[in-house]
């Protein structure tokens, strides 16, 4: 799970890692991931934009950044 913190900007890129030693077939046109959006009630204190994200505003497929 990668919960999107609030200010978060830019385009998600998901990473499939298949750990068992079977195969792992992906279909097109399926689902792959659930994506929630929760309103809170409450000011956030510390954003991602606060905290400067290594993934803030990324444009198109990167990377893991360690």
Same mark, same amino acid.
């Given at each position: 799970m990668t919960p999107f913190e609030p200010e978060w900007e830019g385009f998600v890129t998901?990473? @499939?890692?298949?750990?068992? *030693?079977? *195969? %792992?077939? @992906?279909? %097109?046109?399926?689902?792959?991931?659930q994506i929630l959006f929760f309103q809170s009630d409450e000011l956030c204190e510390t954003s991602h934009t606060d905290r400067k994200g290594k993934y803030q505003k990324q444009q198109g497929i990167v990377f893991p950044k360690l």
């Open positions: 998901r990473e @499939i890692s298949d750990t068992t *030693p079977l *195969p %792992a077939k @992906i279909y %097109a046109n399926e689902g792959l991931c």
